[in-house]
């Protein structure tokens, strides 16, 4: 009797750890195909002179002419820069927009929810479109209405290497918080407010709660969004590919946007893959970094 | 027991299928139709040509059904499938395409881009398929266009020449004889003059209209200074003895010209960031004399818009006044003879990783030249103001009749005359080489000399260097 019981519980366990396999099958399956196949194929790929009909095995070749291109230095540099001008003031701007919604009613915050998350919704390709009227170069457009209003004669937004980089990177200011501005109010709102009303009964100014609570509070989910707003920074292509082209003279061509050039202009693809490739181990690297530096405290 | 564990791989199974399938199967549809090389022999039947293809022309998508047809019952044992692309996205469909190995039988593509697909190897030779008939259909010149060396890689479909457009009261009230510029072209010394002539001031003195406005904004800046190559004594890249030509003397002249144009103030300062849209809505709303480039059917387009404002339409272009379209000839540099920018665009025929029979490529060219002659070339021809380049089309009833500018017509006829043949004998290597140039020194070095961020000579200067380094000091023109 106790044999055959331990055979069924036996037989359960096998029957259960079966659909186990096969559930988790699924999304190896999919991860396979579309996370490690395509990586791997890119490695391959980088080194390879590619053709559709045939390639050519090249070795590290692909490499090499990345790293003595000046074209991706420059590029890279121009990702770093517009990373750095962008990250940290849009992680700043949706903090304080998530602290100033935070007080209102439930019914309010979710207004501003949805206004703030809208232009995430929109199509980037229609962003741009709107961007592109508001830099028009001429006095028709807005932005050179608003700095006329200053007395500053019109500016060629887009077509200045003066003011190119910074009108993408103003373009950036300005749109697309809401994702993380509705991830620092999920955050916000998790803190516990026996915290609060025992800084309240210490006396604690609404600084000192900010210092104390609610930054500290906060760490993980800036370092969250510090981590993916660099990943995606340094991915940066559709602004510049469709605002500016990269120029004037490669002044915001970042490495997206080469990468797209060597791939689909020049049919490159075992450069582009090699780019690709050295584009993610920077990411990782400073990824990394990131995790390193300002991971240490974090309590999760 | 065992039929649990059973029915768990069965399920693992189906959805590995189904992910499989699911991602290779467009591909592999594509390849086995594009490349299904036998006629009336597999078990359809029937061989099915593939072709891409985007609005040439407004009504030109809408009759793609009737182009379906037509062609199976001229051919009952071929279908011929269309696939409509939209501009904005036709080649990067196709590229996409070419690049899985599996592209359509047949695409449409602008004659520049030959070499690039030449050099992929996935162009189908359709000189041995096409009866001489077929070839003395298409006039020489276009025809060209879609060769390389002995090869010729599609068929074209229409030939445009590209010209500069004037607003006729603006030109006259500047004193401009257009009637005889049409016939006889002019010098840059003569145009700079005569858009000099075109700019007004308002009170405050700032230009409420300039005497020439062109699209640069990022690659269109390519289109304007290859115009204007073209009329400077650099029609190609490349000279007959395959020396690089924008190394010449003559780059740095038309650079400078371009410099002199935007600092005379016939230009806009902010030109480097005017795109095409922006230039042709200054235009039609009175804010240039003169617009390029010019296609002819823009003539139809200021025709229309003309029509919009006199019944009051509100879809009329906002401020835009009546507008008389007038087609002139691109000024000549460094005193060059006329050779004026012809753009060929037609069809190609692509092959992907399964090789084609033979069968197979005679029906695709049997398609090229169907689409490519009769009468829907004389129907998008006709909608685009064009004249057709095959003696079918040329015969052809048109289903509709636009008006046109006489004037305008025999100015058409006095500039294609003067179109040179494509140049067939620049090896793709090359001719790549050339692109790259173009993408990564040309076009970046011609934004900053148009923002005033660079001088002409440094332009010139950065150009000679990469063509020296691709080329060497021998492949480059020094003069």
């Known amino acids: 009797m106790n044999q055959l019981l331990t055979k069924r519980k036996k037989l359960k366990l096998e029957s259960d750890s079966g659909w186990g396999y096969a559930f988790i099958a699924v999304a190896l399956i999919a991860f396979s195909l579309f996370t490690a196949y395509p990586v791997i194929n890119a490695f391959i790929i980088s080194?390879?002179?590619?053709?559709?009909?045939?390639?050519?095995?090249?070795?590290?070749?692909?490499?090499?002419?990345?790293?003595?291109?000046?074209?991706?230095?420059?590029?890279?540099?121009?990702?770093?820069?517009?990373?750095?001008?962008?990250?940290?003031?849009?992680?700043?701007?949706?903090?304080l927009v998530a602290i100033l919604i935070m007080p209102f009613k439930k019914k309010t915050q979710t207004i501003f929810k949805a206004v703030y998350y809208l232009p995430a919704v929109a199509s980037g390709v229609s962003l741009a479109v709107v961007w592109l009227?508001?830099?028009?170069?001429?006095?028709?457009?807005?932005?050179?209405?608003?700095v006329g209003l200053f007395g500053i004669s019109n500016q060629n937004?887009?077509?200045?290497?003066?003011?190119?980089?910074?009108?993408?990177?103003?373009?950036?200011?300005?749109?697309?918080?809401?994702?993380?501005?509705?991830?620092?109010?999920?955050?916000?709102?998790?803190?516990?407010?026996?915290?609060?009303?025992?800084?309240?009964?210490?006396?604690?100014?609404?600084?000192?709660?900010?210092?104390?609570?609610?930054?500290?509070?906060?760490?993980?989910?800036?370092?969250?969004?510090?981590?993916?707003?660099?990943?995606?920074?340094?991915?940066?292509?559709?602004?510049?590919?469709?605002?500016?082209?990269?120029?004037?003279?490669?002044?915001?061509?970042?490495?997206?946007?080469?990468?797209?050039?060597?791939?689909f202009t020049y049919f490159e693809f075992g450069e582009a893959a090699a780019q690709s490739l050295l584009l993610a181990a920077v990411i990782a690297l400073i990824s990394f970094f990131q995790f390193k530096i300002l991971g240490k405290d974090i309590e999760y | 027991m065992k039929k649990r564990n059973g029915s768990t791989l069965l399920l693992s199974a189906i959805m590995m299928m189904s992910l499989l399938s699911a991602c290779g199967g467009n591909a592999n549809n594509t390849a086995d139709s594009a490349n299904s090389g036998s006629t009336g022999s597999s078990g359809a039947g029937k061989d099915t040509i593939t072709a891409l293809l985007p609005p040439v022309s407004a009504n030109y998508q809408a009759r793609f059904a009737d182009m379906e047809k037509e062609f199976n019952a001229l051919h009952p044992n071929l279908t011929l499938k269309i696939e409509p692309a939209s501009w904005e996205d036709m080649t990067q469909k196709l590229d996409t395409q070419v690049n899985a190995g599996s592209p359509p039988d047949i695409a449409w593509i602008g004659a520049s881009g030959?070499?690039?697909?030449?050099?992929?190897?996935?162009?189908?030779?359709?000189?041995?398929?096409?009866?001489?008939?077929?070839?003395?259909?298409?006039?020489?010149?276009?025809?060209?266009?879609?060769?390389?060396?002995?090869?010729?890689?599609?068929?074209?479909?229409?030939?445009?020449?590209h010209t500069i457009g004037g607003n006729k009261q603006f030109l006259e009230e500047a004193g401009i004889d257009w009637k005889s510029i049409q016939q006889n072209g002019w010098t840059y010394d003569e145009f700079r003059k005569a858009i000099a002539k075109g700019v007004v001031k308002n009170d405050k003195g700032e230009t409420s209209r300039y005497g020439f406005v062109f699209a640069t904004s990022g690659v269109t800046s390519k289109d304007y200074l290859a115009i204007l190559a073209?009329?400077?004594?650099?029609?190609?890249?490349?000279?007959?003895?395959?020396?690089?030509?924008?190394?010449?003397?003559?780059?740095?002249?038309?650079?400078?010209?371009?410099?002199?144009?935007?600092?005379?103030?016939?230009?806009?300062?902010?030109?480097s960031s005017i795109d095409a849209g922006k230039?042709?809505?200054?235009?039609?709303?009175?804010?240039?004399?003169?617009?390029?480039?010019?296609?002819?059917?823009?003539?139809?387009?200021?025709?229309?818009?003309?029509?919009?404002?006199?019944?009051?339409?509100g879809s009329a272009v906002a401020?835009?006044?009546?507008?008389?379209?007038?087609?002139?000839?691109?000024?000549?540099?460094?005193?060059?003879?006329?050779?004026?920018?012809?753009?060929?665009?037609?069809?190609?025929?692509?092959?992907?990783?399964?090789?084609?029979?033979?069968?197979?490529?005679?029906?695709?060219?049997?398609?090229?030249?169907?689409?490519?002659?009769?009468?829907?070339?004389?129907?998008?021809?006709?909608?685009?103001?064009?004249?057709?380049?095959?003696?079918?089309?040329?015969?052809?009833?048109?289903?509709?009749?636009?008006?046109?500018?006489?004037?305008?017509?025999?100015?058409?006829?006095?500039?294609?005359?003067?179109?040179?043949?494509?140049?067939?004998?620049?090896?793709?290597?090359?001719?790549?080489?050339?692109?790259k140039i173009e993408t990564e020194v040309i076009i970046p070095?011609?934004?900053?000399?148009?923002?005033?961020?660079?001088?002409?000579?440094?332009?010139?200067?950065?150009?000679?260097?990469?063509?020296?380094?691709?080329?060497?000091?021998?492949?480059?023109?020094a003069d």
């Open chain 2, 319 to 435: 401020d835009s006044i009546e507008v008389d379209y007038i087609s002139l000839p691109v000024p000549t540099f460094n005193g060059a003879d006329y050779i004026p920018t012809s753009i060929v665009d037609g069809y190609i025929a692509l092959r992907g990783k399964k090789e084609p029979s033979e069968e197979h490529i005679k029906n695709i060219a049997l398609a090229v030249n169907f689409l490519s002659s009769g009468s829907i070339a004389a129907n998008y021809s006709n909608e685009l103001f064009l004249t057709p380049i095959t003696e079918s089309a040329r015969k052809a009833e048109v289903l509709e009749k636009f008006p046109r500018n006489e004037d305008n017509v025999a100015a058409g006829k006095a500039m294609m005359a003067k179109a040179l043949p494509a140049r067939t004998d620049i090896p793709t290597e090359q001719a790549a080489e050339a692109l």
């Open chain 1, 157 to 263: 937004w887009l077509g200045s290497s003066a003011t190119a980089m910074f009108s993408l990177v103003l373009m950036s200011w300005l749109s697309s918080h809401g994702t993380a501005i509705i991830i620092y109010l999920a955050a916000l709102l998790s803190i516990d407010n026996s915290y609060y009303e025992a800084a309240d009964i210490d006396g604690a100014t609404f600084l000192q709660k900010l210092r104390y609570i609610v930054i500290p509070f906060l760490k993980p989910t800036t370092l969250f969004l510090l981590v993916t707003g660099v990943i995606g920074s340094f991915q940066v292509f559709q602004n510049a590919y469709l605002m500016t082209g990269g120029g004037p003279d490669h002044a915001t061509t970042m490495v997206g946007l080469l990468i797209f050039n060597n791939a």
């Open chain 1, 47 to 95: 080194l390879q002179k590619y053709r559709p009909l045939g390639s050519t095995y090249v070795g590290l070749e692909n490499f090499v002419n990345s790293f003595s291109d000046e074209l991706f230095w420059k590029a890279l540099k121009n990702t770093l820069v517009y990373t750095l001008l962008t990250v940290p003031f849009n992680i700043l701007l949706s903090f």
């Open chain 1, 133 to 146: 009227w508001i830099f028009d170069p001429l006095k028709s457009g807005i932005a050179n209405q608003a």
């Open chain 2, 114 to 161: 030959l070499s690039k697909y030449a050099a992929l190897d996935v162009l189908i030779d359709l000189n041995p398929v096409l009866s001489d008939e077929v070839k003395a259909d298409y006039d020489e010149v276009p025809m060209k266009y879609f060769q390389l060396g002995d090869a010729q890689y599609g068929l074209p479909a229409y030939m445009e020449i």
């Open chain 2, 445 to 477: 070095k011609l934004q900053a000399l148009l923002a005033d961020e660079i001088t002409p000579q440094e332009m010139y200067d950065a150009v000679k260097a990469a063509a020296v380094k691709s080329f060497g000091e021998d492949g480059v023109v």
């Open chain 2, 279 to 313: 230039r042709w809505n200054m235009f039609l709303t009175g804010q240039t004399m003169i617009t390029g480039k010019g296609l002819s059917a823009f003539e139809n387009s200021a025709r229309l818009n003309n029509e919009k404002i006199k019944a009051n339409d």
């Open chain 2, 230 to 271: 073209k009329t400077a004594g650099l029609p190609d890249y490349f000279d007959k003895d395959l020396k690089y030509t924008y190394t010449s003397k003559k780059f740095l002249g038309l650079l400078t010209a371009i410099r002199e144009m935007i600092d005379d103030g016939s230009m806009p300062k902010e030109l």
